[in-house]
């Protein structure tokens, strides 16, 4: 109320402490004049007030609250008093009551006119007003979006520079981007950068080819080298005082003999080992304990070596770059069309042309008070264009609010290094210190957090001030079991080395078991939130989980599914033409305009929306009588969109066949139907403007080839709005808040992946094409700052408590022992005050973090997860009194004869056991979105890197299908199907060694391995048939299995309809060994990061996790039926050995006495075989 308003300053505003509750009151003291020796010279009309933004949203809403003071004020003038604080202040200071009552009323008739814009409608609106003074004539047609032209333009650079390339430089090419769509991805963020400078460019007169030669020299020559000192290293790296932990006498002669197979091999590609880096002379230097470090020439040159960049991706980078800003300047003049940065760019122009003091006086005299919202998000270009119009002037006044402990938008531009300037030459700050939003422990919690380091945001421009809790908050509470919880509770993985997959799986079954004990508690009446007006039973919807993106967001949904929790992501802006669903109603209409074509009616039977299973197909297929039937059908549907329309026609095929109750009745389908809705609109839309029905699907075609996810009637709709718990990302959750918040994976970090950072003198963004180590280092640190600033942005969005995940975390590959990775990421380096550290100097950091706080924080040790309990349903809550269930359909006529198999029997399992492990057979989350990037451009490798998920397993078993045991895996035949299944041949001499490493390894610990074995003693993908004659229900196969084996025991109830008819399956191996016969299953599951994740016991969570022991119990029941037949004398105890299942990534081509780890073997009893046979034939 106090606040200055004859001078520019700059107004900091932490979270929670009312930024536009202060910027509605600075904007009514302007119109009304008030504030006694700080008021501004005069009371400003609506359109005297500049109020600029950066969203359409936020532009909306600070215009509705600022109508809505507005109109309350003028009321509080007529009755001379207020409730509502902020108003009573101002009636405090208005010294004529009717004036200021006349004052507002015209500001409320003129609001729609009020000066508050985004960034881009006003230098819009001010080239159009200043056109005479700008030089700028507005007459070109805008364009909304320009991803098309974009993609269009991305493309011609692709068939410009990429097709022409050689086989095997396009081959290294297309590691780096399959598509030219993938390249415009990642150059997108930079594109529009105008600030943006390029350092460290070389040889830029270069073609792809010179580029491509110039490297390969480069490697011949350290080859070269390599081979001539090579054999003398050794004697080298022993007389010196290496650290022989790292350099053990059994490590170099590896690392040697690895590099010289290298160096002798013919360069095909940029691949280089990564034992190379051992002996750069830095890393040499760095593990030598005293005296001096090994010397050599060749160190030296392999130091050097690793200062030039080996790769295209620079290179291409930079080229496109500046041919795509080029040549989408030019397109867009000849279609004189500009898009929204383009109005930026001409207004930033026109300010700094002749005429531009002009325009800048023109715009100041219109608008003397401007007022920058959210100014910690501007970008280089916005603030050039706010300081040209007021910071040269002294009789306008500029308001800059912000908060820089918010900046998180820097992907969209936002630069921070901008406000830390802004900050520099603004004479005069204001800080809000009082949060009006937390409970006071959850302010403390905050505060003592982001104090255990004197500059918490690493940048001295950005200080952290604790601020105080709002009075009117101290009864604020969350009540548990009639227990007041600590505002901030952190949970302990305990282990003394975590890794990310492990973390972050177990954080999300820990946070769905934390959401299920506070709904069950709720439903109990046991939870509360507490306030000054009283309790309020704690609701699904108080509840936000806070990710950083949707891989974390599935993760968390999937973990509540489990629990029978429903939730709601609040941050799917993808563009519904992505969907399943957008190609499976092409295909329908399609099948609508030509029922005449069996293809085009059989393509969209097949889709989900009409549900016609397999049999139907087939039946299509020889059935006339059907196919006639169905066409009809679809010339019904044809007849009602000629006559109605799009709309109305899907309408009818939804109500004929029932899509919306079979949707509904599977999991999803709230999603799925809400897509065909929300398509059913758009293409009704898009109908009205298009000729005819054959243009609506060509229509439909184009946009799903090309969505746009910016476009707002193509995002997604929410498929719900019910009292649903929410999920949310943490850049959607700014500016929101909630009662209860968890972020259970603000443990976790992605280090950049570009050299992208800002010198520190003169603020200036530069791109460093040749990543240089002091580059990356500066960017790291922009990636940890900008992380810090992310958590606490999701810290500070809760009202009464906040869980947080947090764990020893080690990424990638190296060794888990000693200090931990977690310092490199926001949280760790918070309370491991930036230095490295293990498990016990976390332990020992959590424990004085939880002193400081004096109760306001708690620590949870969280364990292994098989402690969580395996069904956690929530109860209804009180108010529901109706039980709800599916109505029973009785039908005795049901067929239950069918063909079946093991994963037809395990996908009915309600394997929580599977759900509750999922980590043992995928990536981590994190790799995962750029799985193929990781392993071909940053990891070596390894059977760990090598491509996980069906299409791998099926690539690796077909080697095993064909392979002989007892010969070396020929080199033409692997790379023939190597590039057949798209593979890259740099897997070529892994694949060997490590197809090598499984048939050389002993089975059974003594002389049994498949190397051994002859080429007529065994018969790879066996198939076969088992008769089961009786009717198997699921409850009798278990109890059976769970009786006589110990890891079925362990397992969850199988849960598949009554089976009778035919059991099928292929058993990958079965041989014959010293007159006993085995079969044996490959197993391609990626259970962890290296080595040290293929435990004995991870191999058997593994097995239980897909319910393989049932494969296994079927496989040998099968066997055990054939041999019966086929063998004289036949005897199960004598003649069947036992199971083998190989977990294939964990055979060590390094340590191939770890492999055993990774053997699954035993053999079923023959009691249970005996009991399992009767079973099925009776």
């Known amino acids: 109320m106090t606040l200055p308003l004859q001078h520019s300053c700059l107004i900091e505003a932490s979270a929670g402490t009312g930024k536009t509750y202060t910027l509605v009151a600075l904007y009514l003291r302007l119109l009304l004049g008030i504030g006694g020796e700080s008021a501004y010279a005069r009371p400003l009309s609506v359109k005297e007030i500049l109020l600029v933004t950066f969203t359409d949203a936020i532009t909306q809403e600070l215009r509705s609250r600022i109508r809505d003071n507005i109109h309350r004020l003028r009321l509080s003038c007529f009755c001379g008093y207020s409730d509502d604080p902020l108003l009573a202040n101002l009636l405090v200071q208005i010294t004529n009551l009717p004036l200021a009552a006349r004052q507002l009323l015209a500001a409320e008739q003129q609001i729609d006119e009020a000066a508050i814009f985004t960034i881009h409608s006003f230098c819009q609106r001010m080239l159009n007003y200043g056109s005479l003074e700008s030089g700028v004539l507005f007459q070109n047609k805008f364009l909304e979006n320009e991803s098309h032209l974009l993609q269009q333009i991305s493309a011609d650079f692709w068939r410009r520079y990429c097709y022409p390339l050689p086989e095997n430089v396009a081959r290294i090419v297309q590691q780096q981007w399959k598509s030219p769509n993938d390249l415009l991805t990642e150059l997108l963020p930079y594109l529009h950068s105008e600030a943006l400078v390029i350092c460290n460019i070389q040889y830029q007169k270069e073609s792809i080819i010179d580029c491509h030669n110039r490297i390969i020299i480069n490697i011949n020559s350290l080859k070269q080298q390599w081979c001539t000192f090579a054999p003398h290293l050794h004697i080298i790296l022993d007389i010196n005082n290496l650290n022989r932990l790292v350099y053990s006498k059994t490590k170099i002669l590896s690392w040697l003999k690895k590099i010289s197979l290298w160096a002798n091999e013919p360069t095909i590609d940029y691949e280089i080992p990564i034992e190379l880096e051992q002996f750069k002379t830095s890393v040499l230097k760095k593990n030598t304990l005293q005296g001096e470090p090994p010397h050599h020439l060749l160190f030296a040159s392999i130091e050097q070596f690793y200062r030039n960049p080996f790769s295209l991706r620079e290179f291409i980078l930079m080229l496109a770059l500046d041919e795509i800003r080029q040549a989408l300047e030019q397109e867009k003049k000849l279609r004189d069309e500009i898009g929204f940065d383009d109005l930026l760019r001409r207004f930033d122009s026109a300010l700094a042309s002749k005429g531009g003091e002009a325009l800048a006086q023109s715009v100041r005299s219109r608008y003397p008070v401007a007022m920058i919202d959210e100014f910690q998000d501007t970008d280089p270009q916005q603030y050039r264009i706010f300081n040209r119009l007021y910071g040269v002037s002294n009789s306008s006044v500029l308001l800059l609010i912000g908060d820089p402990k918010q900046a998180i938008y820097s992907f969209r531009g936002a630069d921070i290094f901008i406000y830390m300037r802004a900050r520099e030459l603004v004479k005069h700050h204001y800080t809000l210190d009082t949060n009006w939003r937390s409970a006071p422990g959850m302010v403390n919690a905050v505060n003592q957090l982001f104090l255990c380091l004197p500059k918490p945001f690493i940048f001295r421009d950005i200080p952290f001030k604790p601020v105080a809790a709002a009075e009117s908050n101290v009864n604020l509470r969350f009540l548990l079991h009639d227990q007041p919880q600590p505002a901030m509770r952190l949970w302990l993985q305990v282990s003394n080395a975590v890794r990310v997959s492990d973390y972050q799986h177990m954080m999300a079954r820990q946070c769905a078991v934390t959401v299920s004990d506070w709904l069950k508690a709720a439903s109990a009446g046991l939870a509360w939130l507490e306030d000054n007006k009283g309790k309020e039973l704690l609701q699904a919807s108080d ?53 005449e074509q069996d293809t085009k009616l059989r393509c969209a039977l097949a889709t989900s929306l009409l549900s016609c299973n397999a049999d139907i197909i087939d039946t299509f297929n020889i059935d006339e009588h059907l196919r006639n039937k169905w066409r009809a059908e679809f010339f019904t549907y044809r007849d009602i969109w000629l006559q109605r329309g799009v709309w109305p026609m899907l309408h009818y095929i939804i109500t004929r066949n029932s899509i919306a109750e079979l949707l509904l009745a599977c999991s999803g389908g709230e999603r799925c139907l809400t897509n065909v809705l929300h398509l059913g609109e758009l293409l009704q839309a898009a109908s009205v403007q298009l000729n005819n029905e054959y243009a609506l699907v060509r229509w439909l075609a184009s946009q799903i080839r090309f969505p746009n996810d910016k476009d707002k009637n193509q995002q997604l709709w929410l498929e719900s709005d019910r009292n649903l718990v929410q999920i949310v990302t943490v850049h959607k959750s700014k500016g929101l808040e909630f009662p ?112 400081r706080a004096r109760g306001d924080i708690a620590l949870c040790d969280i364990k292994h997860p098989q402690s969580l309990p395996l069904t956690l349903v929530p109860a209804q809550p009180k108010t529901v009194n109706v039980a709800l269930s599916a109505r029973y359909w009785p039908n005795p006529k049901f067929d239950i004869w069918r063909v079946t198999s093991y994963t037809g029997l395990r996908r009915h399992s309600t394997s929580l ?4 492990q999922p980590w043992l057979d995928v990536e981590v989350e994190e790799e995962a979105s750029n799985n193929s990037n990781r392993q071909q451009n940053i990891e070596p490798p390894t059977p760990h890197t090598f491509p996980c998920g069906v299409f791998a397993g099926k690539f690796l078993h077909s080697l095993f299908e064909t392979i002989d045991f007892t010969r070396q895996l020929d080199s033409n035949c692997l790379s023939t199907k190597l590039a057949k299944n798209s593979i890259d041949q740099r897997w070529l001499p892994v694949i060997q060694q490590w197809i090598k490493t499984i048939i050389t390894t002993s089975l059974n610990g003594t002389t049994l391995s498949l190397n051994r074995l002859d080429r007529g003693s065994y018969f790879a993908e066996l198939p076969f048939v088992l008769s089961v004659n009786t009717v198997v229900k699921a409850q009798d196969i278990d109890k059976l299995c769970k009786h006589y084996d110990r890891l079925s025991a362990r397992c969850p109830p199988l849960d598949f309809p009554p089976v009778k008819g035919l059991l099928k399956g292929v058993i990958d191996l079965v041989f014959c060994w010293q007159k006993r016969y085995y079969l044996l299953d490959y197993k391609s599951n990626w259970l962890g990061e290296d080595n040290d994740a293929y435990t004995s016991l991870a191999v058997e969570q593994a097995m239980i996790a897909h319910r393989y022991e049932l494969q296994y119990q079927l496989y040998t029941l099968a066997l055990h039926r054939y041999m019966r037949h086929r063998l004289v004398d036949y005897d199960y105890q004598r003649d069947f050995g036992g199971i083998f299942y190989l977990f294939i990534r964990g055979f060590d081509m390094n340590c191939p006495d770890l492999s055993n780890n990774s053997i699954y073997t035993c053999r079923p009893d023959v009691a249970f075989i005996n009991q399992l046979d009767q079973m099925f034939s009776c």
């Not at 489990?562 to 099948?591: D, G, P």
């Not at 990424?811 to 000693?818: A, F, L």
Request: charge should be neutral.
């Open 543 to 595: 509840i936000a989980i806070l990710v950083r993106n949707r891989n974390e967001a599935a993760l968390i949904s999937d973990a509540l599914t489990v629990l029978s929790i429903q939730s709601i992501y609040l941050s799917n802006f993808n563009s519904v033409f992505k969907t399943t669903e957008a190609r499976e109603i092409m295909w329908l209409l399609q099948a609508v305009l030509e029922p």
């Open 740 to 851: 209860l918040v968890l972020l259970p994976f603000a443990s976790n970090f992605r280090q950049t992946k570009w050299s992208l950072f800002h010198d520190r003198q003169q603020y200036q963004a530069w791109f460093d094409l040749s990543a240089a180590p002091n580059s990356i280092k500066l960017a790291e640190e922009e990636r940890l700052a900008e992380d810090l600033r992310l958590l606490y942005v999701a810290v500070t969005r809760s009202i009464y408590h906040c869980c947080i995940g947090i764990a020893p975390l080690f990424h990638g590959n190296r060794k888990k022992t000693g200090a931990s990775d977690l310092h490199l990421s926001a949280l760790g380096y918070l309370i491991q005050q930036g230095n490295y550290g293990n498990a016990q100097f976390l332990r020992d950091q959590l424990e004085k973090l939880l002193f």
């Open 913 to 916: 056991m599977v759900d509750l």
